[in-house]
C-alpha cells in the first residue's frame, strides 16, 4: 500500500484561492505521475488536473484549465494544484492518485488514493 496524504482544503469565498498538497512518501515518487480528482455530492468522481512523473507534461479539464495550475516538487515528494478565481461548484472533495498510466490525452488511476481533502468555495 501506497500512502498518499492530501491537505490544504478548507472554505474560501468564491473569486478566493487555495492550494492543495499531495505527499507521497517513497524513493519511486519521482517516476510517478499524480492525478488530481474531485468528487461534488452527488456526482461522479472527476479528473480535474494530470502532471507527468518530471513535470514537463500537464493536462486540465476544461472546467478549471486558466484557473488551476498542477505542479511537482520531486525533492519533497509533493504535487500541488494551485486552485485561483473559484466558483461554487469547485465545491468537492478533492483526491490525489499516485501512480497511475499516464498516456497522450489520458490518465488511468492505480489503486493508490489519498482521503481526500473538503474544499467549500461559498457565493
Known amino acids: 500500500q501506497v500512502p498518499v496524504v492530501e491537505s490544504g482544503g478548507g472554505l474560501v469565498q468564491a473569486g478566493g484561492s487555495l492550494s492543495l498538497s499531495c505527499v507521497v512518501p517513497g524513493s519511486t515518487f519521482s517516476a510517478n505521475a499524480i492525478g488530481w480528482y474531485r468528487q461534488a455530492p452527488g456526482k461522479e468522481r472527476e479528473l480535474v488536473a494530470t502532471i507527468n512523473s518530471g513535470g514537463g507534461r500537464r493536462d486540465y479539464a476544461d472546467s478549471v484549465t486558466g484557473r488551476f495550475t498542477i505542479s511537482r516538487d520531486n525533492a519533497k515528494n509533493t504535487v500541488y494544484l494551485q486552485m485561483t478565481r473559484l466558483l461554487p461548484e469547485d465545491t468537492a472533495v478533492y483526491y490525489c492518485?499516485?501512480?497511475?498510466?499516464?498516456?497522450?490525452?489520458?490518465?488511468?488511476?492505480?489503486?493508490?488514493w489519498g482521503k481526500g481533502t473538503q474544499v467549500t468555495v461559498s457565493s
Open positions: 492518485n499516485a501512480g497511475g498510466r499516464y498516456s497522450i490525452g489520458a490518465y488511468y488511476p492505480s489503486t493508490y
